[in-house]
């Protein structure tokens, strides 16, 4: 697995997604901004975390998850329980069946539901360390 540091372009292609995409989910404040690189004072570049962080977007989005959903999950100042993970994937599950859609997240959201136990701390939570596992 590539390391890092990545310029946009290597990032998006270490994370199989397009340039576009990965500036959509830094503009929405999805993805932290690029770091400045150590002893380079005008030089950024991305690193593994944020190519960790593009691989728990693309998963939590094909589990049926909205950006909302996504910005609360990784933002740093909101303090999430695992009780709180499950309530808004719960949430998010019954509006996509409210909607009638036949959205292929459905399934994958419900059986993350299955698997989380809705107590406990951010780290103990099965629908957070499922989305968060590389390569999978």
Known sequence: MASGPF????LAR???MSID????????????????????????????DHLDRLHFIGRALEHGLTFEDIARMVDPT????????CLLAERRLEQ?????????GAAALARLLEDCAGVGSRSDCAILVTLAKRGG
């Open 78 to 85: 909101n303090l999430m329980t695992c009780g709180d993970v």
């Open 21 to 48: 995409d990965v500036r959509l989910y830094r503009d929405r404040g999805l993805l932290q901004p690029a770091r400045r690189r150590r002893g380079r004072s005008d030089d950024f570049a991305f690193q593994a």
């Open 14 to 16: 270490a994370a199989g």
């Open 7 to 10: 310029t946009l372009a290597g």
């Open 96 to 104: 996509i069946r409210q909607s009638g859609a036949d959205a292929p």
